[in-house]
């Protein structure tokens, strides 16, 4: 049955992150899906995108050569997963990075910690309303002119041209982080046959290979032509909105790396 398919999958991802610590040497704080499984509209082959943030002991940060500050564990057609470590994290929530709060707001969670609970506690005001726009347009607009192009096209893509499309939407009206799962996002839209239409292109994708080529859909492709103009103008007029603080974020570093010096057996 496929519940006993899925639990065995999360078992699997679970073993694995806990060799990444043992082998690593480091603590895992939070690790989740990232994707068109955490947005809903995964395809039967859809593989498993492995997001996580890890920290190591406090001696690896005191090394005056520059250390490695990303895990890449594995990469095939099942798993993809990779994850960053603390510092970096701290480092990309000052810059506002709209990959990084998707993370951390993904419904897909495979481990959470106490520690990582109090990090976002704090560092999701440092969401940035122009930063998300300019990456979510600079997404939907690299998508659409790579992929979204011919007579047929792969459904996939149409997902990953709206979906931060609507993103934009959603931060334009409510100023706040989006939703990460993509049908949260669909009451951006008011219009009856757009969301006809895009529901058949879901029903088409859910039931086919992500290589299938499918006929480009007349509404979905000018609703992605409008809405890239309009996000184009909006993102460069906006004011930087980022937060300027590293006081917040030093403290959260040092916090973190010393309560959990006891932790490591290393």
């Given at each position: 049955?496929?519940?006993?398919?899925?639990?065995?999958?999360?078992?699997?991802?679970?073993?694995?992150?806990?060799?990444?610590?043992?082998?690593?040497?480091?603590?895992?704080?939070?690790?989740?899906?990232?994707?068109?499984?955490?947005?809903?509209?995964?395809?039967?082959?859809?593989?498993?995108?492995?997001?996580?943030?890890?920290?190591?002991?406090?001696?690896?940060?005191?090394?005056?050569?520059?250390?490695?500050?990303?895990?890449?564990?594995?990469?095939?057609?099942?798993?993809?997963?990779?994850?960053?470590?603390?510092?970096?994290?701290?480092i990309q929530f000052h810059k506002?990075?709209?990959?990084?709060?998707?993370?951390?707001?993904?419904?897909?969670?495979?481990?959470?910690?106490?520690?990582?609970?109090?990090?976002?506690?704090?560092?999701?005001?440092?969401?940035?309303?122009?930063?998300?726009?300019?990456?979510?347009?600079?997404?939907?607009?690299?998508?659409?002119?790579?992929?979204?192009?011919?007579?047929?096209?792969?459904?996939?893509?149409?997902?990953?041209?709206?979906?931060?499309?609507?993103?934009?939407?959603?931060?334009?009206?409510?100023?706040?982080?989006?939703?990460?799962?993509?049908?949260n996002l669909l009451p951006c839209?008011?219009?009856?046959?757009?969301?006809?239409?895009?529901?058949?292109?879901?029903?088409?994708?859910?039931?086919?290979?992500?290589?299938?080529?499918?006929?480009?859909?007349?509404?979905?492709?000018?609703?992605?032509?409008?809405?890239?103009?309009?996000?184009?103008?909006?993102?460069?007029?906006?004011?930087?909105?980022?937060?300027?603080?590293?006081?917040?974020?030093?403290?959260?570093?040092?916090?973190?790396?010393?309560?959990?010096?006891?932790?490591f057996t290393c």
């Open positions: 049955m496929e519940w006993r398919f899925l639990l065995k999958i999360r078992q699997e991802i679970t073993n694995k992150l806990l060799e990444i610590e043992q082998k690593e040497q480091v603590k895992i704080l939070y690790a989740v899906e990232s994707g068109s499984r955490a947005w809903g509209v995964e395809s039967p082959d859809s593989d498993y995108d492995v997001r996580f943030v890890y920290v190591r002991p406090m001696k690896e940060y005191l090394k005056l050569q520059e250390q490695n500050d990303i895990i890449e564990w594995q990469l095939d057609e099942v798993f993809d997963m990779n994850g960053w470590d603390l510092k970096k994290t701290l506002g990075n709209a990959t990084l709060f998707e993370w951390a707001n993904s419904p897909v969670v495979y481990k959470t910690t106490d520690e990582w609970n109090g990090i976002y506690k704090q560092c999701k005001h440092y969401f940035s309303e122009k930063i998300a726009l300019y990456h979510y347009y600079g997404t939907a607009n690299s998508t659409f002119k790579q992929y979204l192009q011919e007579d047929k096209v792969w459904y996939k893509k149409y997902i990953y041209a709206l979906r931060p499309l609507l993103a934009c939407r959603f931060i334009e009206y409510n100023h706040t982080i989006p939703p990460v799962c993509f049908e839209i008011s219009s009856k046959p757009l969301l006809n239409e895009i529901e058949t292109m879901l029903a088409v994708k859910a039931a086919s290979d992500e290589k299938d080529l499918n006929p480009q859909l007349p509404m979905i492709q000018q609703y992605i032509q409008q809405e890239l103009v309009r996000y184009k103008q909006l993102s460069k007029a906006m004011e930087d909105d980022r937060m300027a603080d590293w006081k917040t974020l030093d403290d959260i570093f040092v916090k973190i790396v010393t309560s959990l010096e006891t932790s």
